[in-house]
DNA sequence: CCTGTTGCCGAAACCGGTTTCGGAGCCGAA
DNA sequence: TTCGGCTCCGAAACCGGTTTCGGCAACAGG
């Protein structure tokens, strides 16, 4: 059991040849014991699983790679553009697909692009040298270059969120469709009449989808859709204030605003604070994300909460199968963001207290902190 | 030109094989004359350099890899337990990091780790993996088990801080303590005599620094150091709050507060708006950091703000260097954080407005926005 | 002219794996 | 008994590079 190669300190790989000559097989019997080949028999099998486990075995990663064409990397692909430096979840996100890719002995290598243009040009050279099997990619766009590239070099890939051609594509997302259609419901259902909405960023494909959940739930409700309430364009606390003053100046302004973004809503309490409004009593808020901020605002805003570290493990885990060659369709999921209510919503003023209106299916209800 | 592997579509890498049939010259040759070995003749080295740039050849890292020990890869283990959430400016790390890293062809491996001994865990498996040649440890304590594994393996690494023992480390780092002398005698120039101090976590080795910086500044303006003036503990606004009032509650409270964090400077202005205290006039505070949400409170805060960007990329040009086994004492560097001069500093209350006293080196007093 | 350097490159081993190919043994059936 | 097929493994090529070694030519010195 000498060292073999005498790199420097207690340096030593066990390597293939370590165990086959423990074994007194050929490597390349070795490789096909470990690699699931059929032409081997159980009992050698066995024998060879419990000897490379004895002594600690583990392939090395480039050595594989240069026979099977496969890094075992998974690829993401960060903007780092100046509009895009808030990224409250990052480090959860990374957790998840981290973890999820050393279970299955993979790393995840990231690298990062200034706008869309970079991006494709990273991807493109990640791809070009061999770096990475795949990619994830997060915040997908209506129309998104990242996706016609890596379908045109036929690299596997997934997306967090969903996109406009579906063709060739896997993704994982939130249903933040679901969450500003439950936002209306729950507002109506304490009395509101009157509900703003106020978008995101319209370039990103949730933008869309959000503002459909928010009609679908006027519609539910059996509430008139007034284009009035409906803003969009805010993803920072500044742009959520100029928004909710828009429509807090209102004639008629709303008795509840729904954002599509907890900063957004941040931002709204800033305006609603400066013309005197109560969040919670004069003005309710739901919004969506689960930023930490928004648990310690005054009042603790109700919002739907996503679990980006989870969104992370599944988005690496569709890809393994994506990358294994697993059928499209089983490739495909949305979930639920989870409500988390808290003090930012009530029923309207000059609302004579009394049994609340019950109006169709009761929206959720569900109690937490993150 | 046609493509010798048919892998699926237009996917085809040169390899140096195509490269040695067209040169004409073995692969041995073209592989020695690329990485500069003096056995080849300034002719031929040109000659090559020139088609492998032409045919756009680039060797393949994992198959270099195999051979040389080298996985051209960076190593970088992110904390991602629950209070080490908010990382303002990861993404602007991972870009300095990893533009860094793509220049010279290698890329940027990144893990998580949900509490130090995780941590550790994490980077002697990578190690034993062979996935990457060094790492960049961010913020690092005052006693530092991934540095005591590192130097135990004989690993390159660098340290985003500092730390207790040196011995064996390269570092970049911020000069936290500098900035906190100059913001304190920033606020002495500007005629407060009781300036307090709110801290972030001991357990991380910026904050003795700091507080040296505080005491450094307090000493050279003549100052006294009064132990109830100085707080320690505020990473997040919340605890930011909570030793600003206990400041504030004082019986002799001070007139201005240096923060060790932005964020905690935000809770103590919360503390302050709960005490009728006007930022800026009654109470002036300077921080640390250079967060976004600092240039948009109000009023606007004053604070030192670090290029994380910047100092992503010395780092992994500094791990380069430290890997090809330069000197130590080269790969030792502190720089100067960048004062922003907003509006949440200025005189001491009841105070005659004339003409401010002048005590000795002015403080440094450059305007700017990020 | 012969010899000893030196410059420069080819040949081949090597790194740690994977994959193809062929054949030795064992079995049952004719 | 012989033949065919199947099971299971060894041998060797292969992947894309790096590195060692040896030797051919040109050149200088004696």
Redesign the interface.
């Known amino acids: 059991m000498a060292l073999s190669k005498g ?5 030593y ?1 066990v390597t293939i040849n370590d165990l086959s000559r423990e074994l007194g097989l050929t490597k390349g019997t070795v490789s096909r014991a470990l690699n699931g080949y059929d032409d081997i028999s159980e009992s050698t099998r066995t024998r060879v699983a419990r000897a490379a486990e004895r002594m600690g075995y ?1 392939p ?4 594989q ?2 026979r099977t ?1 496969m ?1 075992r ?1 998974l690829g993401l692909v ?1 903007n ?1 553009g100046p509009d ?5 979840f ?3 996100f ?2 998840g697909i ?2 999820a890719a ?1 279970e299955e ?1 993979w ?6 692009a ?1 706008d869309e243009q970079d991006e494709v040009a ?1 991807i493109a ?7 990475v099997d795949g990619f994830i990619l997060p915040r997908t766009r209506v129309s998104d270059p990242r996706i016609d590239l890596l379908r ?3 690299v596997p890939f997934v997306l967090y969120g969903r996109t406009g051609d579906t063709e060739g594509c896997a993704w994982h997302d939130i249903s933040g469709e679901d969450a500003m259609r439950d936002a209306v419901l729950r507002l109506h259902g304490l009395g509101h009449v009157r509900i703003g909405f106020v978008n995101g960023d319209s370039g990103f494909n949730y933008a869309p989808l959000r503002r459909d959940g928010y009609l679908a739930g006027l519609a539910e409700a059996g509430l008139p859709h007034d284009p009035d309430l409906v803003r969009s364009g805010a993803i920072t ?2 742009q959520g204030m100029a928004r909710g003053a828009e429509l807090l100046d209102l004639p008629n302004p709303p008795t509840a605003i729904v954002c599509a973004l907890d900063r957004a809503a941040l931002g709204v309490y800033r305006a609603a604070e400066a013309r005197g409004l109560r969040i919670g009593r004069d003005l309710s808020v739901i919004a969506y994300d689960g930023i ?1 901020e928004a648990a ?1 605002a005054t009042p603790p805003l109700t919002t739907f909460a996503v679990d980006t ?1 989870a969104a992370g493990a599944r988005l690496a885990k569709l890809l393994f199968a994506r990358i294994r060659g697993a059928d499209l369709n089983h490739l495909r999921e949305v979930v639920p963001a989870h409500l988390i209510a808290r003090g930012s919503d009530g029923p309207p003023p000059n609302t004579e207290p009394g049994p609340a209106r019950n109006t169709g299916p009761t929206p959720p209800t569900q109690k937490g902190e993150t």
Do not use: C, F, W
């Open positions: 790199q420097s300190k207690g340096r790989r583990r090395l990663a480039q050595a790679a240069i064409g890094a990397a960060l780092a895009n430096t808030h990224k409250p990052l480090t959860d990374l957790d981290s973890r050393s002995g790393s995840l290598s990231i690298a990062t200034l990273t050279r990640l791809v070009a040298e061999h770096k045109d070099l036929e606390p500044q930490p310690t570290r």
